[in-house]
């Protein structure tokens, strides 16, 4: 896969991370195979963020957006990608977001 896209929120507390893993398990029940595979997870300095392998990283964000939405988290969520060997994020979500970065 050439791209890792992120998925990221911000964390307010533990409770969180259980909203995470159902996140993480209901994208990677949804997630065609055609665009990519869910590559874990991680959760701590104050955001978790879901890692996307994908060689087409708008239409993962798509169908991220298509199985998440119903959380009400997705309003929170911010979305890049970059290339699998590279550090540069190319920002998805929101399209007002100047900077991004995993902690």
């Known amino acids: 896969m050439k791209y890792i896209l992120v998925l990221q929120w911000p964390v307010t507390s533990e409770a969180d991370f ?6 993480e398990d209901l994208l990677e029940a949804d997630l065609p195979d055609a665009h990519g595979f869910v590559d874990g997870h991680d959760f ?10 994908t060689d087409r990283p708008l239409e993962a964000f798509q169908d991220a ?11 929170g969520v911010r979305a890049a990608y970059r290339p699998a060997d590279g550090d540069r994020y ?3 979500w929101p399209k007002t977001l100047e900077v991004f970065s995993v902690s």
């Open 44 to 53: 701590d300095a104050g955001e978790m963020n879901i890692f996307v392998h």
């Open 18 to 23: 259980d909203a995470l893993i159902s996140m």
């Open 90 to 92: 190319v920002v998805v």
């Open 65 to 75: 957006m298509t199985s998440l939405r119903p959380d009400p988290r997705w309003v």
